[in-house]
Structures are given as C-alpha cells and as structure tokens.
C-alpha cells in the first residue's frame, strides 16, 4: 500500500508545480461502483471489446452492442462521484490543476464540479440519432427494447462515446497533447494505460521534462519505465489525503 510519507510527497510536488495535468481512467470510477474494463470482473470479461465495443457492431449489429451497452447505462447513470472526483476538483479550485485527460465516459469529473475536463473517449450522459442527428439525455432512452430507436425518425441511435474503430475527437487529442507538453507534473489516476493514443500522454508528460506519478492499487505498464513515483492506493482514498496535505500545506 502507500505510506503518509508518499501522500506528503505528492502533495509538495502538487504545491511546487507551476502546471499539474491529471490522466483519469476507470480506476477513478471504481469507489463509485462502475466496473473497470480490465482486470478481476472487467467489462471486457464479460463482453469481447473488439465485437461488442465496436462502431461496426453497432452499426451492423446494434442489438449485440446495445446488450454490453445497456450493463454500462444502468451501472454508469445511477453512479456518483467519489472522494477523488471531488479532490480533483478542489485542487482545480485552488488553482493547482490545470486540466483531468479522463478515458472515462461516465461524466463524473463534471458532475463533482471540475471545469475543464477533456473527454478523450466523449460520454455515455447523451445519446445522437446516426440518421438525423437528434441528441437526447442517456437517461431518457427507454433500454427495455434494445437497440432503442431515435423518438423523431426512427433512426438507430449511438451514445456520444468514442467506440473503438472510431477518432478520438480532434479537439480533444489536440488539447491532451498541448496539456502533456506543457505540464510539470501529471497525475495517471486509475488506468493500466494500454489503450493509444490516451497511453501516450504519460510519455509525452515525460519526455517533456515532468514528473509522472501514478495512483492506482496494482503496478501497470507505466510503473517501472514512465513513472518518476507510485502511490499504491485506491484513488479515492488517496487523493482525498492529499489534498488535504495540500490545504495543510499552503496554511503553513
Ligand atoms: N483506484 C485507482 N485505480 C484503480 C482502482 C481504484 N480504486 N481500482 C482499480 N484500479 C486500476 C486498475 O489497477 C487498473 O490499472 O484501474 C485500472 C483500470 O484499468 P482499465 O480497466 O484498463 O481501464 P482504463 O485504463 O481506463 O481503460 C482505458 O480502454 O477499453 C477502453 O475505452 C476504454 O477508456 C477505456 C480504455
């Protein structure tokens, strides 16, 4: 696990830093009850990402993706945020992150209150019509039929989530990239970091100069070669101590 030792150490190099960019992935989302992708009772034990997280199989096959589709709806809608979406978002208040790159589509970095979040993966809260366009909330789309059909034109419809085989929107790399580069410190919460181009913010963030430090209870891809630090926690958990290390901090 981690020691107060390391939370103290974040929270210097969090004081210290004159740009800090936070990486969030499903790790994030776990003390909030939704399931990560990978790992023990991953998504993707369950549902093939390949087949069911696919845009031809809902393009082609909606039925198939609308049943995985429908297993993250009912756990993603009802979910709140946790202790770390809120301490990611007092830090932005207190001006010490600049910006979350989050893989997640949940929209709870929104919901806790953070402002500028970069939505790599865009989100599952709103659903278009791939025929007339028509968007509508996640959570007014009845998921008794599936796939559900779009209410003016009977059009199959897709949530605003970037599904594999599909850009991630241009905006948002651009804006990831630049943040990456820029930062003198980055934050990879919750993520095993093997889905490109979003595993590659890290490395950027390093090769810029910053420190990298990881919060996330098991070692990953990133520990031993991107990162300048771990913390071995849960990330609600962790983040919640060391903002208020930080607060402690700047009072001092
Ligand atoms: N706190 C922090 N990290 C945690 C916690 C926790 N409480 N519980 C689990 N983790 C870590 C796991 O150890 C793992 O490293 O969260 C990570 C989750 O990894 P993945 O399930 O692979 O999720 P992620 O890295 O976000 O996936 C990236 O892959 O399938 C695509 O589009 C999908 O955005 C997703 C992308």
Same mark, same amino acid.
């Given at each position: 696990?981690?020691?107060?030792?390391?939370?103290?150490?974040?929270?210097?190099?969090?004081?210290?830093?004159?740009?800090?960019?936070?990486?969030?992935?499903?790790?994030m989302s776990v003390e909030s009850g939704i399931p990560t992708f990978r790992g023990k009772g991953g998504l993707w034990e369950k549902y093939n990402p390949e087949e069911y997280g696919?845009?031809?199989?809902?393009?082609?096959?909606?039925?198939?993706?609308?049943?995985?589709?429908?297993?993250?709806?009912?756990?993603?809608?009802?979910?709140?945020?946790? %202790?770390?979406?809120?301490?990611?978002? &007092?830090?932005?208040?207190?001006? !010490?992150?600049?910006? *979350?790159? #989050?893989?997640? /589509?949940?929209?709870?970095?929104?919901?806790?209150?953070?402002?500028?979040?970069?939505?790599?993966?865009?989100?599952?809260?709103?659903?278009?019509?791939?025929?007339?366009?028509?968007?509508?909330?996640?959570?007014?789309?009845?998921?008794?039929?599936?796939?559900?059909?779009?209410?003016?034109?009977?059009?199959?419809?897709?949530?605003?989530?970037?599904?594999?085989?599909?850009?991630?929107?241009?905006? %948002?790399?651009?804006?990831?990239?630049? &943040?990456?580069?820029?930062?003198? !410190?980055?934050?990879? *919460?919750? #993520?095993?970091? /093997?889905?490109?181009?979003?595993?590659?913010?890290?490395e950027i963030a390093r090769s810029a100069g910053a420190k990298v430090v990881e919060i996330n209870p098991s070692r990953t891809p990133l520990t031993d070669f991107i990162c300048t630090?771990?913390?071995?926690?849960?990330?609600?958990?962790?983040?919640?101590?060391?903002?208020?290390?930080?607060?402690?901090?700047?009072?001092?």
């Amino acid at each position: 696990m981690y020691t107060d030792a390391s939370i103290e150490r974040l929270a210097r190099d969090i004081v210290a830093s004159k740009k800090t960019v936070a990486l969030s992935g499903a790790g994030m989302s776990v003390e909030s009850g939704i399931p990560t992708f990978r790992g023990k009772g991953g998504l993707w034990e369950k549902y093939n990402p390949e087949e069911y997280g696919h845009i031809t199989t809902l393009r082609y096959h909606p039925e198939r993706a609308w049943i995985m589709l429908k297993d993250m709806q009912l756990a993603i809608l009802p979910a709140k945020p946790n %202790a770390g979406h809120y301490a990611l978002a &007092e830090l932005e208040a207190l001006g !010490l992150l600049s910006s *979350i790159i #989050t893989q997640n /589509v949940d929209g709870l970095h929104h919901v806790a209150g953070s402002k500028n979040v970069i939505e790599f993966h865009g989100n599952l809260q709103t659903t278009s019509c791939m025929d007339c366009g028509f968007q509508q909330p996640s959570s007014a789309v009845p998921l008794d039929t599936i796939p559900p059909r779009c209410p003016k034109c009977n059009g199959p419809v897709k949530p605003d989530a970037v599904f594999f085989g599909e850009a991630i929107p241009l905006d %948002a790399l651009t804006r990831s990239h630049q &943040e990456a580069q820029s930062c003198e !410190l980055m934050l990879v *919460i919750g #993520t095993e970091a /093997v889905v490109y181009p979003a595993a590659s913010m890290p490395e950027i963030a390093r090769s810029a100069g910053a420190k990298v430090v990881e919060i996330n209870p098991s070692r990953t891809p990133l520990t031993d070669f991107i990162c300048t630090y771990s913390i071995h926690g849960p990330a609600g958990e962790v983040l919640a101590k060391v903002v208020g290390k930080v607060k402690e901090l700047r009072k001092g």
